[in-house]
């Protein structure tokens, strides 16, 4: 496993982290460990963790050693156990040891020329990046933390491991109970203590040279254009806010890391089970607008295609089918309807659109609606094979929403994912061009729906209780999902498996009458999207231009009416509306309306109309005077 000696080359032993509470390990780490293999003569692998067999065998492909211990004193102890396991004198065999951990992508590019001009410099220990110093001192708030050299990268030379204040570094360790601890008493302690025991440090990215305390985050983009090879998967997950402070563009790093070859299949494997859906949609910018001319590229034409259309109101057949004729290279459909005569006339109208040969299907239940046909009655379909990409739409028409939300509802969905040829070539053309990408549907609908911060309404823990029973490895938004509402999306049939496979009965579906959230129908309306994430697929939201200009300029007048009268910046809004709506709901009457609300979502599901049509007079009430 060893690479060979060559009396040219620096001797490097490498300490890598790893840590998963299921014992997954991403093969963005088995990457990273074979690009590092060519630099280092031993990779020894520390797992905070009990492996998989399938991660530990993965891992013993890339590594000389696989070491598993008990998840105590997090990375700190974790490194001072493995330096006790691997041994002192055997170290000193080796002219260079790196630490390095799991908590980042690369190399972007390769490792070489960090690793050339690293073993150039005349020092005792060196990283990537580091930490300006900071006043006072986020965690206690008092003194100052020093600039310190960041943990996820530290490489430390012979003169330095075999030290004695190297030994007592590690032996007079405390004992590490916190993420606060690992910090305080690792991280932003290292490059102190040993610049202050006189060795000496070099930083290939330094703080200092950027002007920005933080810059492999603030400045992640600057950094890859000056040849970084690795990029924080913090990035993809942490507060949008946080970005938007500092006018972070995640987009920029993507499009920098698929420029620079990095396997993105990877990043999307494992990011999916680590950031929440919707967090990731905002930083990495997965909005795709896109118009009605064809922008050229890739041929997605050749792209075998099936449209799954639930027909019950069967005079739109005609619709669904110009919808459908927007796809370039033709398809296949398969409609379902309710029984026999809405069959017989779906049909006759397909044979007189030229189309005689298409698949119309009596659903064995209306239990379910659009949700069920698709799952049960085109099971096969799903999973046949034969397809490269599902299209499911369905007849909506929404009477209960009223004439102008109902329209405008079928309008989002409708027009933005089949709205001209050219642009649905062009979205086509995504699944060619991003090979993990799993699914496209239009953002969440928020103009005529209260859906903006409360999607979920009252199936958010129904959907986290399936999605465990289906072994669906997800984090979960709290607030809005991230999901096709109006179940209308573009999809891999793959990225559907958990569904598919779940094994629905009818029975599983409620009677019409009991159509309500926290039901099976609006439970999987959700999860379609986390299905596909939990395949290993990322999913991206589809809008056209003119739909664009209409939600945009909405969203930025509601935000406007919400944030106008409060003080501070945007985080401190939001905090401040947070506090208020935690105050009422720790209020006797609020615990009872959320008790009996999240016990009851028939109960929550009644009482919304009730709740809009008194909103509504009030707004009439308003707009009158």
Same mark, same amino acid.
């Given at each position: 496993?060893?690479?060979?000696?060559?009396?040219?080359?620096?001797?490097?032993?490498?300490?890598?982290?790893?840590?998963?509470?299921?014992?997954?390990?991403?093969?963005?780490?088995?990457?990273?460990?074979?690009?590092?293999?060519?630099?280092?003569?031993?990779?020894?692998?520390?797992?905070?963790?009990?492996?998989?067999?399938?991660?530990?065998?993965?891992?013993?492909?890339? &590594?000389?050693?696989?070491?598993?211990?008990?998840?105590?004193?997090?990375?700190?102890?974790?490194?001072?156990?493995?330096?006790?396991?691997?041994?002192?004198?055997?170290?000193?065999?080796?002219?260079?040891?790196?630490?390095?951990?799991?908590?980042?992508?690369?190399?972007?590019?390769?490792?070489?020329?960090?690793?050339?001009? &690293?073993?150039?410099?005349?020092?005792?220990?060196?990283?990537?990046? @580091?930490?300006?110093?900071?006043?006072?001192?986020?965690?206690?708030?008092?003194?100052?933390?020093?600039?310190?050299?960041?943990?996820?990268?530290?490489?430390?030379?012979?003169?330095?491991?075999?030290?004695?204040?190297?030994?007592?570094?590690?032996?007079?360790?405390?004992?590490? @109970?916190?993420?606060?601890?690992?910090?305080?008493?690792?991280?932003?302690?290292?490059?102190?203590?040993?610049?202050?025991?006189?060795?000496?440090?070099?930083?290939?990215?330094?703080?200092?040279?950027?002007?920005?305390?933080?810059?492999?985050?603030?400045?992640?983009?600057?950094?890859?254009?000056?040849?970084?090879?690795? *990029?924080?998967?913090?990035?993809?997950?942490?507060?949008?806010?946080?970005?938007?402070?500092?006018?972070?563009?995640?987009?920029?790093?993507?499009?920098?890391?698929?420029?620079?070859?990095?396997?993105?299949?990877?990043?999307?494997?494992?990011?999916?089970?680590?950031?929440?859906?919707?967090?990731?949609?905002?930083?990495? &910018?997965?909005?795709?607008?896109?118009?009605?001319?064809?922008?050229?590229?890739?041929?997605?034409?050749?792209?075998?295609?099936?449209?799954?259309?639930? *027909?019950?109101?069967?005079?739109?057949?005609?619709?669904?089918?110009?919808?459908?004729?927007?796809?370039?290279?033709?398809?296949?459909?398969? *409609?379902?309807?309710?029984?026999?005569?809405?069959?017989?006339?779906?049909?006759?109208?397909?044979?007189?659109?030229?189309?005689?040969?298409?698949?119309?299907?009596?659903?064995?239940?209306?239990?379910?609606?659009?949700?069920?046909?698709?799952?049960?009655?085109?099971?096969?379909?799903?999973?046949?094979?034969?397809?490269?990409?599902?299209?499911?739409?369905?007849?909506?028409?929404?009477?209960?929403?009223?004439?102008?939300?109902?329209?405008?509802?079928?309008?989002?969905?409708?027009?933005?994912?089949?709205?001209?040829?050219?642009?649905?070539?062009?979205?086509?053309?995504?699944?060619?061009?991003?090979?993990?990408?799993?699914?496209?549907?239009?953002?969440?609908?928020?103009?005529?729906?209260?859906?903006?911060?409360?999607?979920?309404?009252?199936?958010?823990?129904?959907?986290?209780?399936?999605?465990?029973?289906?072994?669906?490895?997800?984090?979960?938004?709290?607030?809005?999902?991230?999901?096709?509402?109006?179940?209308?999306?573009?999809?891999?049939?793959?990225?559907?498996?958990?569904?598919?496979?779940?094994?629905?009965?009818?029975?599983?579906?409620?009677?019409?009458?009991?159509? &309500?959230?926290?039901?099976?129908?609006?439970?999987?309306?959700?999860?379609?999207?986390?299905?596909?994430?939990?395949?290993?697929?990322?999913?991206?939201?589809?809008?056209?231009?003119?739909?664009?200009?209409?939600?945009?300029?909405?969203?930025?007048?509601?935000?406007?009416?919400?944030?106008?009268?409060?003080?501070?910046?945007?985080?401190?809004?939001?905090?401040?509306?947070?506090?208020?709506?935690?105050?009422?709901?720790?209020?006797?009457?609020?615990?009872?309306?959320?008790?009996?609300?999240?016990?009851?979502?028939?109960?929550?599901?009644?009482?919304?109309?009730?709740?809009?049509?008194?909103?509504?007079?009030?707004?009439?009430?308003?707009?009158?005077?």
């Amino acid at each position: 496993m060893s690479r060979a000696k060559d009396a040219n080359l620096m001797r490097r032993v490498v300490f890598f982290l790893v840590y998963d509470k299921q014992g997954h390990v991403g093969g963005y780490v088995e990457h990273c460990l074979r690009e590092l293999r060519a630099h280092a003569e031993h990779i020894f692998v520390v797992s905070n963790s009990p492996l998989t067999t399938d991660s530990r065998r993965r891992l013993e492909a890339v &590594a000389d050693t696989v070491w598993e211990r008990e998840n105590v004193g997090y990375d700190v102890w974790a490194y001072r156990d493995a330096l006790r396991e691997f041994g002192s004198d055997r170290l000193r065999d080796y002219d260079e040891l790196i630490l390095a951990n799991y908590t980042f992508y690369g190399p972007i590019g390769s490792f070489a020329p960090l690793l050339e001009e &690293a073993d150039a410099k005349t020092v005792d220990f060196w990283g990537i990046t @580091d930490h300006a110093a900071v006043v006072p001192n986020p965690i206690t708030m008092t003194g100052v933390m020093h600039r310190h050299i960041q943990s996820h990268w530290i490489g430390v030379r012979r003169s330095m491991f075999t030290s004695d204040a190297w030994r007592s570094y590690w032996d007079d360790m405390p004992r590490i @109970d916190s993420y606060d601890d690992s910090v305080m008493l690792h991280e932003a302690r290292f490059t102190h203590y040993f610049e202050s025991a006189g060795f000496s440090s070099w930083v290939a990215y330094a703080s200092a040279h950027y002007g920005d305390q933080h810059p492999i985050f603030n400045l992640a983009d600057v950094l890859i254009a000056d040849g970084c090879p690795i *990029v924080k998967r913090r990035f993809f997950f942490h507060d949008p806010i946080y970005l938007d402070e500092l006018a972070i563009i995640g987009k920029r790093v993507l499009e920098q890391l698929e420029e620079k070859h990095y396997p993105l299949d990877l990043l999307w494997q494992d990011i999916g089970t680590t950031a929440k859906p919707r967090i990731l949609n905002t930083n990495a &910018a997965l909005l795709e607008i896109m118009p009605d001319v064809d922008l050229g590229g890739a041929d997605p034409s050749d792209l075998r295609v099936v449209v799954i259309a639930h *027909v019950f109101y069967e005079e739109m057949i005609d619709e669904i089918v110009d919808l459908a004729n927007t796809i370039p290279g033709g398809y296949d459909l398969v *409609v379902t309807t309710a029984n026999a005569d809405k069959q017989t006339a779906i049909q006759e109208r397909l044979v007189e659109l030229g189309r005689p040969d298409d698949d119309v299907r009596i659903v064995g239940s209306n239990r379910g609606r659009d949700i069920s046909a698709f799952l049960l009655t085109c099971k096969d379909v799903l999973e046949s094979g034969r397809y490269d990409i599902v299209v499911k739409l369905h007849s909506k028409k929404s009477p209960q929403n009223g004439f102008n939300s109902g329209r405008h509802f079928k309008e989002h969905l409708f027009q933005n994912l089949l709205n001209s040829p050219g642009y649905t070539t062009n979205l086509l053309r995504l699944f060619v061009d991003h090979p993990t990408l799993g699914m496209v549907f239009p953002p969440m609908i928020h103009m005529g729906f209260p859906t903006l911060g409360r999607a979920w309404f009252a199936n958010l823990e129904p959907a986290k209780e399936l999605a465990a029973k289906l072994g669906m490895r997800v984090e979960f938004d709290e607030t809005s999902p991230l999901a096709p509402l109006g179940s209308m999306f573009i999809a891999r049939p793959e990225s559907l498996r958990p569904l598919v496979q779940a094994g629905f009965t009818w029975d599983d579906f409620p009677d019409e009458g009991q159509y &309500a959230d926290g039901g099976l129908p609006h439970v999987l309306e959700r999860l379609l999207g986390y299905s596909a994430i939990s395949e290993g697929f990322h999913v991206r939201t589809v809008l056209t231009t003119h739909n664009a200009a209409i939600s945009h300029t909405l969203l930025e007048y509601k935000v406007q009416e919400i944030t106008a009268g409060l003080p501070g910046l945007f985080r401190e809004q939001v905090e401040l509306v947070r506090r208020y709506i935690a105050s009422q709901a720790e209020s006797p009457l609020g615990r009872a309306k959320g008790l009996v609300l999240s016990r009851t979502p028939g109960l929550a599901n009644a009482l919304r109309p009730v709740y809009s049509r008194s909103r509504a007079a009030y707004r009439n009430f308003r707009a009158g005077r």
